[in-house]
């Protein structure tokens, strides 16, 4: 079966980005897999946490206004 152009053009991206590689050490290499930063912190706290601040200031000012 024939390839497609766009097979093609990945096997093309493919043996250059090999070629690339060949012959260095693994620390030379730039890393394929991109890595994300992940948050030190987890949704489910920072919502517990951004309650505590904005409900308690909220309270504060009701407070301020009827008393």
């Not at 489910?44 to 309270?59: A, Y």
Request: charged share 30%; aromatic share 12%; no cysteine.
């Amino acid at each position: 079966m024939a390839q497609t152009l766009e097979q093609r053009r990945r096997n093309a991206k493919f043996v250059k980005d090999q070629d690339s590689r060949r012959g260095k050490a693994e620390t030379d290499v730039k890393k394929r897999n991109k890595e994300v930063s992940k948050s030190p912190i987890t949704p489910f706290w920072l919502g517990i946490l951004g309650f505590v601040v904005f409900g308690g200031l909220l309270f504060e000012v009701i407070s301020r206004m009827f008393f």
